[in-house]
């Protein structure tokens, strides 16, 4: 299983980015997915995650009303639309997938497959 991560980029504070995880495999509409971030000096931490069928997702508090994960199964591809980003927000995002279903949501070490991360950097 191989993710990659696409979307990130430089943009002002308020402005939108649309995130994308595209994911190899034959079965991808068997895996949990997440989202998850890391700023400078800072650890990894949780953003979002969504169930392999789409119908349950969970957000970070400090995103949530803000960011919207999404998935499309027959595109093998995992979304994060990022909205009225902050400065805050600036850190290297990664896309993960778990392929057996288990385990919490928020933590990292429920995922077995990681991308290599895009960069978001919001301006103020």
């Known amino acids: 299983v191989q993710l990659q991560a696409s979307g990130g980029g430089v943009v002002q504070a308020g402005g939108s980015l649309r995130l994308s995880c595209e994911v190899s495999?034959?079965?991808?509409?068997?895996?949990?997915m997440g989202w998850f971030r890391q700023a400078p000096g800072k650890e990894r931490e949780f953003v979002a995650a969504?169930?392999?069928?789409?119908?349950?997702?969970s957000y970070a508090d400090s995103v949530k009303d803000r960011f919207t994960i999404s998935r499309d199964n027959a595109k093998n591809t995992g979304y994060l639309q990022m909205n009225s980003l902050k400065p805050e927000d600036t850190a290297v995002y990664y896309c993960?997938?778990?392929?057996?279903?288990?385990?919490?949501?928020?933590?990292?070490?429920?995922?077995?497959?990681w991308g290599q991360g895009t960069q978001v950097t919001v301006s103020s």
């Open positions: 993960a997938a778990d392929v057996n279903g288990m385990g919490i949501p928020g933590i990292d070490g429920k995922y077995d497959y």
């Open positions: 495999g034959r079965t991808f509409e068997s895996y949990d």
């Open positions: 969504i169930t392999s069928s789409g119908g349950s997702t």
